[in-house]
């Protein structure tokens, strides 16, 4: 108990260091940062969405250099194929014995934060070859399983405006996202910082603040935290509220405008988000308030809208406010 009660000081400590890291080199994003470090400390995969040019590659990049991890950004383009990420094998002559062989040569995949940029502009047969790597931390090529470095983190992003040559994400693999990640633009006085300090010629220097073991510690502490059995059935209620004609439970506008709802993958991130947030917050105790907080990156992109919602123009940020009024505490 003492030992975690050190490591959640720990913790706390760290993602204060982290954050005034990032700093130095990203402008704003407040709540991006937040959402980032919430997925960090729960091994959770994020898919950010936000038009180019608003510093998504560069602030994965910092906090993979923030936390001295090893890093690989994979440019996904329509004739990316499975084995440009995985790795492959080749076959291996030995020059003095002339024996042939085949060895495993590994790909970006093997790497503790891996950047899948503009994911969706690759077709879905090597989207899926991030598929077992995301859920099983392993990956198989060739009949043989291979583990991957630890931590093993994905951050995708995606452009939210041009659908031109693009494949949408399968359902399967959205669901092995924790988190989706607005980035919105700056506001003016931010921007103004940004035009200022990236034309300055100047680059800060950061300070390591964890290295990988650390970061392992620091993850093994977020299921740890204790939570009341009526914050987890609000988390499961918001959650089983989402599925269309399930019970009679749902509310209409559920079976209006809503084809498919969340699954139980969001019940266990809604809880696990919420568990980081509170050691986030030199806090004890998961609240309600903790699992609203982390409602809208869960169930975004885990709730299929029909025609008729997007005749009316409603989005799945609509549903979500809608929800978290319907679901008493």
Same mark, same amino acid.
């Given at each position: 108990m003492t030992e975690n009660l050190e490591l959640a000081k720990g913790l706390v400590k760290a993602k204060n260091r982290i954050t005034t890291e990032i700093r130095k080199v990203i402008v704003g994003q407040d709540e991006v940062i937040e959402n980032l470090l919430t997925a960090l400390f729960c091994k959770g995969h994020c898919l950010f969405v936000g038009v180019p040019g608003l510093a998504k590659t560069l602030l994965v990049n910092t906090l993979a250099r923030v936390l001295n991890l090893n890093f690989s950004r994979i440019q996904f383009?329509?004739? &990316?194929?499975?084995?440009?990420?995985?790795?492959?094998? %080749? $076959?291996? @002559?030995? !020059?003095?014995? =002339?024996?042939? @062989?085949?060895?495993? %040569?590994?790909?970006? %995949?093997f790497s503790n934060i891996i950047l899948a940029d503009e994911i969706n502009r690759t077709p879905p047969k090597t989207q899926a070859a991030l598929l077992q790597a995301m859920q099983e931390r392993q990956v198989t090529v060739g009949g043989n399983t291979y583990k991957l470095t630890q931590p093993f983190l994905v951050f995708a992003t995606q452009n939210p405006i041009e659908h031109e040559g693009t494949y949408p994400l399968p359902e399967a693999q959205l669901d092995r996202f924790m988190f989706i990640i607005n980035v919105d633009y700056p506001t003016m006085e931010q921007e103004v910082g940004i035009a200022m300090t990236t034309t300055s010629g100047i680059h800060p220097d950061l300070d390591t603040v964890l290295n990988a073991e650390q970061v392992q510690e620091l993850q093994k502490l977020v299921p740890s935290v204790p939570v009341s059995e009526h914050v987890a059935e609000?988390?499961?209620? $918001?959650? !089983?509220?989402?599925?269309?004609?399930?019970?009679?439970?749902?509310?209409?506008f559920i079976n209006k405008w809503v084809d498919w709802g969340a699954?139980?993958?969001?019940? !266990?991130? *809604? &809880? *696990?988000?919420?568990?980081?947030?509170? $050691?986030?917050?030199?806090?004890?105790?998961?609240? /309600?308030?903790?699992?609203?907080?982390?409602?809208? !990156?869960? &169930? @975004?992109?885990? $709730? /299929? *809208? =029909?025609?008729?919602?997007?005749? @009316?123009? /409603?989005?799945?940020?609509?549903? %979500?406010?809608?929800?978290l009024k319907f679901v008493k505490a």
């Open positions: 383009t329509p004739d &990316l194929m499975p084995s440009d990420i995985t790795g492959t094998d %080749i $076959l291996y @002559e030995d !020059q003095s014995t =002339n024996k042939r @062989e085949f060895r495993f %040569i590994k790909g970006p %995949i609000y988390a499961v209620r $918001l959650v !089983q509220s989402s599925r269309p004609g399930k019970n009679g439970a749902t509310p209409d699954g139980p993958r969001a019940s !266990q991130y *809604l &809880l *696990l988000g919420a568990k980081a947030r509170t $050691l986030m917050d030199s806090r004890v105790t998961v609240s /309600i308030e903790d699992i609203k907080y982390v409602a809208r !990156q869960v &169930l @975004e992109h885990r $709730l /299929i *809208l =029909n025609f008729k919602a997007e005749a @009316e123009t /409603i989005t799945t940020n609509d549903i %979500i406010e809608k929800l």
